[in-house]
């Protein structure tokens, strides 16, 4: 997958053309970035062959490659000590209710220890960060960084939108610039704005609705589920200009209403 970045462009439609969106790397990224925790895969060296699941939360360095505080304790630790190949799988907090429609993301890579001691220092910076309380027990001896080099990335969008990721695509990548807004901006939208949203959906979509909520927002446009006569449907809609903050979000959503309600 190559990275989107154009703008979008045009007014109301009755049909659909196709809409632009970020990269499957850029979704990657950004989940990755706005999650905290994941369950890590490891071999098991007491049953080969066998995958062994554990709770790990993670952070994450400029490459979007996860970071590991781990006990040598663990059973975790002890695979990856005999093999450091895992895999992490980070799936979406919110899923409203239908977990097979979320957005995930499943890193595979080589976890190692982070031997060197400057690397030691940012990997303990950027995991406290996102991780206060384990400042109570970081400095334990038992206790190590370990980084994964990533290998490859397959991400799901939901029902039907799934591909691979290179690493080299995936760690070039950036996470959206709503990424950390977007949860409030949708909130917004669907508790006050549903009458906007349903006119959008049939200016912008040619889509007649009955009820509307937008199931996620990013730089380039946002995605609606909406109640029809025939069912729930869903449907994207380009932002009429690329935005990168809540304001600039906020003016673009009022002059696409307008525009809508002079067609």
Not at 9 to 31: C, H, K, M, W, Y
Not at 82 to 98: E, K, Y
Not at 115 to 135: P, Q, T
Request: net charge negative.
């Amino acid at each position: 997958m190559s990275s989107v970045r154009k703008h979008a462009s045009g007014g109301p439609v009755t049909d659909q053309p196709t809409i632009p969106e970020p990269s499957f790397a850029e979704r990657a990224r950004a989940l990755l970035y706005l999650c905290r925790i994941g369950s890590l895969a490891t071999l098991s060296r007491k049953q080969p062959g066998f995958p062994f699941g554990s709770v790990m939360p993670y952070g994450l360095d400029e490459r979007g490659r996860p970071i590991f505080l781990i006990s040598t304790m663990a059973m975790h630790t002890h695979n990856l000590l005999a093999d450091p190949r895992a895999s992490l799988l980070v799936t979406q907090p919110d899923a409203s209710g239908d977990p097979l429609g979320a957005s995930r993301a499943t890193l595979l890579g080589n976890v190692l220890a982070i031997d060197e001691k400057g690397e030691i220092a940012e990997a303990r910076k950027l995991y406290l960060a996102r991780h206060e309380n384990s400042k109570y027990w970081v400095d334990f001896e038992d206790f190590s960084f370990y980084r994964m080099q990533v290998v490859d990335v397959y991400y799901v969008g939901g029902f039907g939108v799934m591909g691979w990721i290179s690493s080299e695509e995936y760690q070039h990548a950036e996470p959206d610039p709503l990424a950390d807004a977007a949860a409030g901006i949708m909130e917004h939208m669907n508790r006050d704005h549903q009458d906007a949203l349903i006119l959008l959906a049939r200016a912008w979509a040619g889509i007649e609705a009955q009820e509307a909520a937008v199931t996620s927002l990013d730089r380039l446009g946002f995605h609606l589920r909406l109640r029809t006569q025939d069912g729930v449907r869903g449907c994207r809609i380009a932002f009429s200009r690329e935005v990168s903050n809540p304001a600039e979000t906020r003016s673009v959503f009022v002059e696409m209403v307008q525009q809508a309600r002079q067609h």
